[in-house]
């Protein structure tokens, strides 16, 4: 998930926190939400965490919300952009569906 861009600039590898992975291998989530989150996830990780659509938080910036399916319809992901971290990186901390 850490494909060069051509213009020098690289993508960020996108990390499950603790409850996030607890989440993925949970056996009642719904199918139909797997394929949409790892979409969402290599393009958080592929834009270095800047998604079209993905808003920030006022005071904290890193902290970023991206609708999930169309218009939102399917729920919010929550991610850090850790830019500064050794190794840099962008942490998936919370999934809401609906």
Known sequence: MSEAF???SEGLP???SE???AFMIDP???PWAMG???AAMVEIGETRGLVAGSTAAEHWP??????LGEDGA???IEYVIAKDA???RVIVTRILLY
């Not at 890193?62 to 609708?67: A, D, N, S, V």
């Open 19 to 21: 409850d996030v992975t």
């Open 74 to 76: 399917l729920g919010i």
């Open 62 to 67: 890193e902290c970023r919300l991206l609708p």
């Open 28 to 30: 009642t989530l719904p």
């Open 36 to 38: 949409p989150i790892v």
């Open 86 to 88: 050794l190794p840099p």
């Open 14 to 16: 996108c990390v499950l």
């Open 6 to 8: 051509g213009d020098g």
